[in-house]
């Protein structure tokens, strides 16, 4: 267990030393804008595409592994949205938002990082391969129910080419796909070009990590609301366990494929649960709460999840 901490202390440690700085500096959140465009934009895309242009070609093809971890995505989400819809008759708009606590979690920022500090840097292709899928299903939910939950009817057209749009102009995913393609064909970058990259991939973890720090302390709690008390649990253990049940049921991957399945399953709620509560300004201040508290008890999950994950291997 010394050694499971050893390895998650560091990463948490950046959070904190980020969330340190906040509190005691009080820059203004508009600060962040330079770092989050490196991390979002430049840095991470550069290890996506580093670490999976170097993969055998042949382990992206799992396309039962695929469809089972963005099953279990949707089955969270949907069952969040129901308990907030059915049960507490919440509207659709903030039944989207809990669906999204639950089933949207930081696989961009803290993703990428733990999965290849806890299981090397071959974790990196179902991590990017999960978040690819993730992230498309959101994209898609997110204008649909809003649209859906407004008082006007949705231009189909319209949702359509937005969808698309955010779906094939993301970072992430753009890198994925060159990552794919270099790895198709053998591509080995210039040393320059190999370099540059290098520097950047060994820059998203740090940085990725202290920002989330900074915007914790940035964006202080003013309450904390009833819906967290299944909202947490369903995120930070029911999502990992039946990722778990399911994976091992349905495909045959390797163990830091599954590990790093259910270790994506037990992250946070992602910061972009919170913009999109700002962007259609709904549920705000509880979708923050939301990502705080879950990100301060993900501390003790992650380190379970890793700690099994290493017992069982």
């Known amino acids: 267990m010394l050694e499971i901490l050893g390895l998650t202390a560091p990463l948490f440690g950046l959070i904190a030393l980020g969330y340190i700085s906040g509190r ?8 962040l804008a330079w770092l989050n465009f490196f991390i979002v934009y430049i840095s991470l895309p550069a290890l996506f595409f580093l670490l999976l242009s170097r993969t055998p070609f042949e382990q992206f093809n799992n396309a039962a592994f695929l469809t089972t971890t963005t099953f279990v995505a949707f089955a969270i989400f949907m069952l969040c949205f129901l308990i907030a819809r059915v049960v507490r008759r919440a509207t659709i708009k903030v039944s989207a938002i809990q669906g999204f606590c ?8 803290l993703g990428p990082p733990v999965a290849i500090a806890a299981f090397g840097p071959e974790a990196a292709v179902p991590v990017a391969l999960i978040f690819c899928l993730d992230n498309t299903m959101h994209f898609t939910l997110a204008p649909m129910l809003m649209s859906f939950g407004g008082d006007d009817k949705p231009n189909k057209r319209r949702l359509l080419f937005e969808i698309l749009k955010k779906i094939v102009t993301h970072p992430f995913i753009l890198a994925t796909i060159a990552g794919m393609l270099g790895a198709w064909f053998q591509y080995v970058p210039p ?5 540059i ?3 950047l ?3 998203a973890a740090p940085c990725a990590l202290f920002a989330m720090g900074v915007t914790a302390a940035l964006r202080p709690l003013k309450r904390i609301p009833i819906e967290l008390t299944y909202l947490v649990p369903i995120k930070l253990v029911v999502y990992p366990a039946l990722m778990y049940v399911l994976v091992t049921t349905f495909t045959d991957v390797p163990d830091y494929w599954l590990y790093s399945a259910v270790l994506l399953a037990s992250l946070p709620s992602a910061t972009n649960v919170f913009v999109l509560a700002q962007q259609y300004d709904v549920w705000v201040e509880r979708a923050l709460s939301m990502v705080v508290i879950s990100t301060l ?8 999840v890793i700690y099994l994950a290493k017992v069982s291997g």
């Open 297 to 304: 008890i993900s501390t003790v999950t992650i380190t379970v």
């Open 191 to 195: 040393t320059p070009v190999e370099s």
């Open 197 to 199: 990259l290098t520097m």
């Open 24 to 31: 005691l500096r009080r820059i203004p959140v508009d600060g």
């Open 201 to 203: 991939s060994g820059a």
């Open 102 to 109: 639950g089933a949207y979690g930081n696989i961009g920022y």
